[in-house]
């Protein structure tokens, strides 16, 4: 067989078969172990990679898109920042010191009934401005100064359906501040701003026919507050 084959081999035969067979070998190899670095995004097809390729805690947070990582536990609290700088000061306020005060009236049973159109007295303890003249027990408050004047008035009535609560000015009730009484024991409040002159006599006054009954010392039967705010 071999004084056969002998003629027909030649060394082009002999190279020819050497070159393929390196190159069937190379190519072989070559599938078998890739370089290092090689394969990128374009050749791993769509899918490839899931759950069971990836090695166990290996992907970090930027890997994932927003919403697909569930929020943690709330973390400690902080400590506290420091403090911010100082805000601009403001404007002084107006200064109601001598022109503003207030009364109460610490009814008895002398004077705790005040009748259809009579003023209530006021007994104090007062708290008034040097602007503002009163008397304890009297019934009238002066000012000393001309201006606008935010008048509270309020009483608690123990007997009075029908009465009313009022402002009045030099003896004239002011237009507005009347505030009637509609339960038989309750709190009645009015408020009120009017324009007063220097020597001006302010009283509260029952402006209705029905004689109101005040609540009794130590409670507040009735108080009056005066505040010039221009």
């Known amino acids: 067989m071999w004084e056969r084959l002998r003629p027909r081999i030649t060394f082009a035969n002999v ?13 072989a190899y070559a599938v078998k172990r890739l370089p290092k670095n090689s394969v990128g995004t374009k050749q791993i097809k769509k899918n490839a990679v899931n759950s069971a390729k990836v090695r166990n805690h290996t992907l970090r947070a930027a890997d994932f898109k927003a919403g697909q990582l569930p929020a943690g536990p709330r973390g400690p609290e902080g400590p506290a920042g420091k403090e ?42 007062s708290n008034l401005g040097s602007n503002i003249s009163h008397t304890g027990g009297a019934t009238t408050f002066t000012v000393g100064s001309g201006g606008r004047y935010r008048l509270f008035w309020a009483s608690s009535n123990t007997v009075g359906v029908g009465s009313a609560l009022a402002v009045a000015v030099n003896g004239t009730v002011a237009a507005g501040t009347t505030i009637p009484v509609l339960t038989a024991t309750g709190h009645v409040s009015g408020e009120a701003i009017v324009q007063l002159a220097a020597g001006d006599v302010i009283t509260v006054r029952n402006n209705s026919a029905v004689p109101m009954t005040l609540a009794l010392s130590p409670s ?11």
């Open 15 to 27: 190279v020819s078969c050497l070159a393929l067979f390196v190159a069937l070998g190379g190519s």
């Open 220 to 230: 507040v039967g009735a108080s009056l507050t005066i505040q010039r705010i221009a």
């Open 84 to 125: 911010g700088p100082r805000g601009l000061k403001g404007d002084p306020g107006p200064d109601f010191g001598p022109d503003s005060g207030y009364s109460p009236q610490l009814a008895s049973v002398a004077n705790q009934t005040i009748v259809g159109g009579a003023d209530v007295p006021f007994s104090g303890p």
